[in-house]
Nanobody
Framework: VQLQAFGGGLVQAGGSLRLSCAAS????????IGWFRQAPGKEREFVAA???????TYAERVKGRFTISRDNAESTVYLQMNSLKPEDTAVYYC??????????????????WGQGTQVTVSS
C-alpha cells in the first residue's frame, strides 16, 4: 500500500481544513487507515483512525472537532478538521495497518506511511 497525504495549509484559529489520504495498492479497502500528527519537538501522536466498515475512533483532544471518513471506491480517507486551534499545528501523516489490528491507536502496528502534510494554525 502506498499512501499520499495532502490538503494541509495555513489557517486561522477557528477555521477548517480537510486532509486527504490517497492510497494505491491491493486491499486498501480492508486496511485500517489512521491519521497521526507530529509537532516540533514532540512525539508522533494518534489523531483518528477508521476501519473498512466505517468504525472510527478519535483522540480525546480532537473528538467533536475532527471527523474521519473513507471512500473505499476512491481509495481515499479524509480528515475533516473544524474549530482548529494553534495546538493542532503539526505535520499530519496517514498510515495503513492490517484489518486485524485490535487497537487502532497503536502506532507501532501501522506498516505503511504517507509523506506528511503540514498544518499550521495561527492564533
Amino acid at each position: 500500500v502506498q499512501l499520499q497525504a495532502f490538503g494541509g495549509g495555513l489557517v486561522q484559529a477557528g477555521g477548517s481544513l480537510r486532509l486527504s489520504c490517497a492510497a494505491s495498492g491491493r486491499s486498501f479497502s480492508r486496511n485500517v487507515i489512521g491519521w497521526f500528527r507530529q509537532a516540533p519537538g514532540k512525539e508522533r501522536e494518534f489523531v483518528a483512525a477508521i476501519r473498512w466498515s466505517g468504525l472510527s475512533t478519535y483522540a480525546e483532544r480532537v473528538k467533536g472537532r475532527f471527523t474521519i471518513s473513507r471512500d473505499n471506491a476512491e481509495s481515499t480517507v479524509y480528515l475533516q478538521m473544524n474549530s482548529l486551534k494553534p495546538e493542532d499545528t503539526a505535520v499530519y501523516y496517514c498510515a495503513a495497518a492490517p484489518p486485524s489490528l485490535a487497537t487502532m491507536r497503536d502506532i507501532e502496528r501501522y506498516d505503511y506511511w504517507g509523506q506528511g502534510t503540514q498544518v499550521t494554525v495561527s492564533s
